[in-house]
């Protein structure tokens, strides 16, 4: 049990998902696992253990942005032995041939600041994603039909963002979407030497305007949730 996680030791599997919501992650854990239980509810912030084809899976919400999200992967690392963290997650469609509803593998996560910045100080850390978890999902999405694009996000620490110009510079510079988690992620998996991935569902788009509506936006997110079981398992 830690500050922020109240499971006990044991109730973490060495396999965790991480979607930012704590209430998606309770919808992913009761479609997807058997013999699902409850292993934290500290500050609202669930947590779920259950089985996936036989494998021991965590699916546990981190919260919106990179400092709630370094809480949990810290805790998890550290005091639960967590190997592998997958984010699954929705970002912000940034190229023309990026569609809502497409999934996006991040293999590498750009942003302006992490709280990992103070580590590093001048140097521009370039954190990415496990070769091997991405290699996975690629044959998962494809083995599912599903449009999927690997490359860079921007991870941005705000949500309401007013740099156009900035924008304009990812869009530029071949930046796929835009989410709020994945940099911090791949940053701790790297000093810790675990394995990360983010798996990203397009649910909007900053250039065309187009938004995924509420109502369909579970059957959009299944896939995203199955390419990271199945890349977890499979690499």
């Known amino acids: 049990m830690t500050i922020h996680i109240g499971a006990k030791p044991g109730d973490i599997a060495e396999t965790v998902l991480l979607p930012g919501d704590p209430y998606r992650a309770k919808w992913a854990a009761e479609t997807f696992l058997t013999d699902v239980r409850l292993v934290?509810?500290?500050?609202?912030?669930?947590?779920?253990?259950?089985?996936?084809?036989?494998?021991?899976?965590?699916?546990?919400?981190?919260?919106?942005?990179?400092?709630?999200?370094?809480?949990?992967?810290?805790?998890?690392?550290?005091?639960?032995?967590v190997k592998t963290l997958i984010r699954i997650g929705s970002c912000g469609g940034?190229?023309?041939?990026?569609?809502?509803?497409?999934?996006?593998?991040?293999?590498?996560?750009?942003?302006?600041?992490?709280?990992?910045?103070?580590?590093?100080?001048?140097?521009?850390?370039?954190?990415?994603?496990d070769w091997s978890l991405i290699e996975a999902a690629v044959k998962a999405a494809k083995a599912k039909g599903t449009t999927t694009h690997v490359g860079g996000v921007y991870s941005s620490d705000v949500f309401y963002d007013e740099r156009a110009d900035l924008n304009e510079q990812m869009v530029r510079h071949g930046i796929l979407g835009v989410e709020m988690e994945a940099a911090e992620l791949y940053i701790l998996a790297a000093r810790y030497g675990r394995r990360a991935l983010a798996v990203l569902t397009v649910s909007d788009h900053l250039t065309t305007g187009e938004a995924l509506p509420a109502d369909q936006r579970e059957r959009s997110f299944g896939d995203m949730v199955e390419i990271a079981l199945a890349a977890a398992f499979d690499s």
């Open 40 to 81: 934290n509810e500290t500050r609202g912030m669930l947590g779920y253990t259950g089985t996936w084809n036989g494998h021991q899976v965590t699916i546990q919400g981190s919260g919106m942005g990179m400092p709630s999200l370094s809480i949990y992967v810290n805790e998890l690392i550290r005091d639960y032995g």
């Open 94 to 129: 940034m190229q023309d041939h990026v569609k809502v509803r497409d999934v996006v593998v991040a293999m590498s996560a750009s942003a302006i600041s992490t709280p990992s910045q103070a580590i590093f100080r001048e140097f521009n850390f370039t954190p990415c994603a």
